[in-house]
């Protein structure tokens, strides 16, 4: 009974995010009829599932203090990508990789424009989101695209009648976080988002590592993309446009640290089905459409807060420790560079 | 030896200076001049299938009247507009400009630096805030099209009660407004029809497709949609494919909907009788009245009326043989 509870309360504490998730599904279905029922709870899953796709690589990222201001555009060059004229009539066989492929190569400029320069990630993905979208907006022509039905089962069919959306997404999601914790690149993750010079005096493969992330982020925007797309049933210009603040909110929502080093892709999947659950619920309670911004708001203000004071009670804690937050010897107090800060 | 050095160098530098301010005079005489050199800026605010028919409509009357066209777009960014309006009327030289704005107040300061150049400034699609330094402006009026469409619902509503999703555009958009507040003023006090669920859909096809699952899931006796734009026709569609409640007009699990601009995705959309009407947006107008108005402008004379609106057209299933040639989605 002691270990039971003492896991339970290990567990909570690990993904503070989980009991936030319950309670609000228990008060939303007891206050609004329809909410509880399994086909909504499979709803909020499968409206989830992109965005668990995308923000799943998007963890990679921020875990190395990265950003990916990008993934929006990706996710509209991947979808334009896939209905262009060279992939008419192709089947899905081979128009799947190749939209999958597209991701890799734009994850993968990214990575190496980030993990080759010194320059911050924020301003890269900012000038290769407008490339991308730029480019998508080149082979679409900026009109409205159909998906063709052949193309649409990856985002509305169903295996053993799960959809496969959410097959998709827990696939993703299971191996992200095989990645996280039983490989050395997830290792290396944690350590050069933690510390990247001492990372590298420790002679890990910095640049491969970081340039693995954002590839990784890539190749998992161009599977979203797929999966969204085929759910809209068209190629629109307005795809992906903002997707990237609701990616990072769903990775800092669920715990991944902005400064790098510490996340999973528990918290990134919980968060992101929190993040659909709110705007389902929104919807069931029938608030005005003004009322939907200002929760979103919220609720991103709450996560970038809460990332803050996580930040700082675990600072707080480690500075008694003598540790730093990756868990490495803390250096001794310097006063110079103290002031500097 | 610096000094000797420096000497050609600023004489050339004013020699080009002589050079450009020539050219910059010329021009500007020249779009005075005629029509022959006439160059038109027109800065639009984003592109999609709407406005590209609305650049067509510009690009064709142009052309008819002989007249240049300089095009940018702004990607929805109200500061980009504003620099490259600076752009067409400083060292472009062009003789009007005509935008769809992406920011009605905003673009204030664009009109003033064109008033400033004695460039005539024209208005498409959506208004401006302040009007006062605008030669013509032409818009359709979205309060009329979400009137328009919900008369359709009135009608419907007689054979059978209709419980209304409302899909709403983006909220700081004017047009997502007006046709949204002429929606529920006509709807408002009306007998078997009650809007039952409100989604804000920000232009985003993929809150416009879970916003409708979400109400679908809400309410399954949702039974007729309003649709603000035909570009978000296809993710509904999606919707209702996934609810199973994608049915044509005359089956019983039918849904009713009604959508405004009449694209291409309307226009299809009539024709399989998956939609029962759209109110289409006359763009073509939009296009001939603009290049109109910059022939009076530049000729020196007062385009009157200043402001023009243009109700849509609706297109439904009992006069789709006759209108449907005078929407653009179906032309195209």
Redesign the interface.
């Known amino acids: 009974m002691n270990a039971a509870a003492t896991w339970v309360r290990d567990g909570l504490r690990r993904q503070p995010l989980f009991p936030v998730l319950l309670v609000m599904s228990v008060v939303l279905s007891a206050s609004y009829g329809g909410f509880g029922t399994t086909a909504n709870f499979r709803n909020i899953a499968v409206q989830a599932s992109p965005l668990i796709i995308s923000a799943v690589g998007m963890t990679f990222v921020i875990m190395t203090s990265g950003i990916d201001l990008s993934v929006g555009s990706m996710f509209f060059l991947a979808a334009a990508v896939e209905t262009s004229s060279a992939l008419v009539g192709e089947p899905a066989v081979l128009v799947f990789p190749a939209v999958i492929a597209t991701g890799l190569v734009m994850g993968t400029v990214n990575g190496l424009a980030v993990g080759l320069t010194r320059v911050p990630a924020l301003i890269v993905t900012l000038a290769t989101m407008q490339v991308y979208r730029g480019a998508g907006g080149h082979i679409t022509g900026q009109q409205d695209i159909n998906v063709p039905a052949s193309l649409r089962g990856i985002g509305t069919g169903t295996i053993l009648g799960l959809p496969v959306p959410i097959l998709l997404a827990a696939a993703v999601a299971l191996a992200g976080g095989m990645v996280f914790a039983r490989t050395s690149f997830g290792r290396h993750l944690q350590a050069v988002g933690s510390n990247r010079d001492a990372a590298a005096d420790a002679g890990l493969p910095v640049r491969r590592v970081v340039i693995g992330a954002y590839a990784l982020a890539g190749l998992l925007a161009g599977l979203g993309s797929l999966t969204e797309a085929a759910r809209l049933g068209a190629v629109q210009p307005s795809i992906g446009q903002g997707y990237e603040l609701t990616v990072i909110t769903a990775v800092v929502l669920g715990g991944t640290s902005l400064f790098g080093g510490r996340g999973s892709v528990t918290g990134t999947v919980l968060g992101s089905l929190l993040l659909s659950a709110v705007q389902t619920g929104l919807v069931f309670s029938g608030a005005s459409p003004y009322v939907f911004d200002i929760v979103r708001g919220s609720v991103l203000l709450a996560a970038v807060l809460a990332a803050a004071l996580r930040w700082r009670g675990l600072t707080d804690a480690l500075r008694l420790t003598g540790r730093t937050p990756s868990g490495e010897p803390r250096a001794p107090h310097h006063p110079t560079s103290s002031a500097l800060q | 030896m610096r000094k000797r050095r420096a000497v050609p160098i600023v004489a050339v530098l004013a020699a080009a200076t002589s050079v450009a301010a020539g050219c910059s005079s010329s021009a500007k005489a020249g779009s005075a001049a005629g029509a022959k050199s006439v160059t038109i800026g027109v800065s639009f605010d ?4 709407t ?2 028919a609305e650049k067509n409509a510009i690009q064709q009357a142009a052309t008819a009247a002989g007249y240049k066209v300089v095009f940018d777009v702004a ?2 960014d109200a500061q980009k507009q504003a620099s490259q309006i600076q752009d067409l009327i400083q060292t472009q030289h062009v003789s009007a400009i005509i935008a769809i704005a992406q920011d009605g107040q905003q673009i204030s300061s664009s009109i003033s630096l064109a008033k400033a150049h004695d460039v005539p400034f024209i208005t498409i699609d959506r208004s401006v805030a302040d009007q006062s330094d605008v030669a013509f402006q032409i818009t359709g009026n979205p309060t009329a099209d979400g009137k328009l469409a919900a008369t359709q619902f009135l009608a419907a509503a007689g054979k059978t009660p209709l419980k209304v999703l409302e899909l ?1 555009g983006g ?1 700081t958009d004017q047009n997502a407004i007006g046709r949204r507040d002429g929606f529920n003023q006509a709807l408002s006090g009306a007998a078997n029809v009650s809007i039952v ?4 859909t920000d ?4 809150q416009a ?3 409708t ?3 679908l ?3 399954p006796s949702i039974n007729a949609i309003f649709i603000p734009s035909d ?1 978000l026709l ?2 509904v ?2 919707a209702l ?2 609810a199973g409640r994608l049915a044509p007009i005359g089956d019983p699990k039918h849904v009713f909907i009604v959508t405004i601009d009449g ?3 309307g226009c299809k959309a009539i024709n399989n009788k998956d939609i029962d009407a759209d109110v289409a947006t006359l763009v073509g107008e939009f296009g001939k009245q603009a290049i109109a108005a910059v022939t009076a402008s530049v000729a020196g004379k007062a385009v009157a009326p200043k402001a023009v609106t243009i109700p849509g057209l609706t297109l439904d299933q009992a006069d789709y043989g006759t209108t449907s040639a005078q929407v653009w989605g179906c032309a195209s």
């Not at chain 2, 669920?197 to 804000?200: C, D, I, L």
């Open positions: 984003l592109l999609n299938a406005r590209t990607d929805s709403v909220l669920s409100q989604v804000p232009w985003d096809p993929t497709l879970d916003g699952s979400n109400a899931q809400k309410d570009f296809p993710s569609e999606s494919t996934s694209d291409q995705n």
